[in-house]
């Protein structure tokens, strides 16, 4: 799997080409306190993880913790590969 540079570009250039953020973000930007995170669009972006990086989100995965910026997003997205690979 990539490393997590590479995720967050990636996360971050769905964001922006998806039009599911408001103006300029970067990796650490909070994401819940800025008001870029809804509803809709953390249900899209957890689609585009499970989509793209074969990760599915438990419920409890989907909290601020993993979702508060791009940066803790693309930890996430890396630790459950890794973990995932070590399963397969």
């Excluded at 990539?2 to 995720?7: L, V």
């Excluded at 996360?11 to 809804?38: A, F, M, N």
């Amino acid at each position: 799997m990539s490393d997590d540079r590479t995720i967050e570009q990636r996360l971050l250039q769905y964001l922006h080409e998806h039009h599911l953020v408001r103006g300029p973000i970067d990796c650490q930007t909070d994401l819940i306190q800025s008001g870029q995170l809804d509803s809709l669009v953390v249900m899209d972006v957890v689609g585009f993880v499970a989509s793209n990086f074969r990760i599915e989100m438990s419920p409890h995965e989907i909290s601020p913790d993993n979702l508060r910026s791009v940066e803790r997003l693309a930890r996430f997205v890396a630790a459950a590969s890794r973990v995932s690979g070590e399963a397969a």
